[in-house]
């Protein structure tokens, strides 16, 4: 039996990208990679309400930049709600990314032991970043420095964390709170708990930033 695969794609409510991408999935016909796009709503009342027809989970997040890392937050809850048990990992990307079903199904399979992988990025002493700046709706996240800590993360164009390890995320989620960028909240949480990124360029097998 082959390896099956969840997607998780972080998306919002008014991407003009989702639908574009969304088709290439379906193109694939892949019954090995299980795909849901992740869009946010804090005015909902569950944590995530599913809509199947589309593949899209909305979560009880709000829906913008300076809410990424809330958001990946919730992707990881959802699929240890749902597909933990039926998967053998999760490749967290986003829907502006040019995907290739197939190269990525290969990328996963001969890969899908590794604990997390993706392009690594290595901060070896803490730093403050403006990268965010003109991307975010609060005045205040448009204007302020935020602090990249020391850290080894994958970058967020795509990565692959195993199942085993999702799990055991649970005991530091509350870093995404903390930290802006989602994938350096995710490599913060994996370094504490001694787990390091491999250096997997996901460029060329099919995620393409």
Not at 2 to 20: E, L, N, P
Not at 78 to 92: E, H, R
Request: proline fraction near 2%; glycine fraction near 6%.
């Amino acid at each position: 039996m082959s390896d099956k695969f969840f997607i998780g794609i972080i998306s919002h409510r008014k991407s003009t990208k989702r639908d574009a991408q969304r088709e290439i999935w379906n193109r694939s016909k892949n019954p090995n990679l299980i795909y849901y796009y992740f869009v946010g709503d804090s005015t909902i009342e569950e944590p995530y309400i599913v809509d199947e027809e589309t593949k899209t989970v909305t979560l009880k997040v709000q829906d913008n930049y300076e809410s990424l890392s809330k958001k990946t937050q919730g992707i990881l809850k959802f699929y240890l709600d749902w597909f933990s048990g039926s998967t053998k990992g999760i490749l967290k990307t986003d829907d502006d990314i040019d995907v290739d079903p197939e190269l990525i199904y290969k990328m996963l399979s001969e890969n899908s032991d590794k604990n997390y992988y993706g392009v690594k990025v290595d901060v070896t002493s803490y730093y403050e970043s403006t990268y965010h700046w003109g991307k975010c709706e609060s005045s205040y996240w448009n204007t302020t420095r935020a602090i990249v800590p020391q850290a080894k993360y994958c970058a967020g164009g795509g990565y692959y964390i195993r199942r085993e390890i999702v799990s055991r995320m649970l005991e530091k989620i509350d870093i995404y709170d903390s930290i802006i960028f989602e994938d350096v909240a995710t490599g913060l949480i994996l370094n504490r708990l001694d787990v390091y990124p491999e250096d997997i360029n996901v460029k060329n097998n099919g995620l393409v930033w």
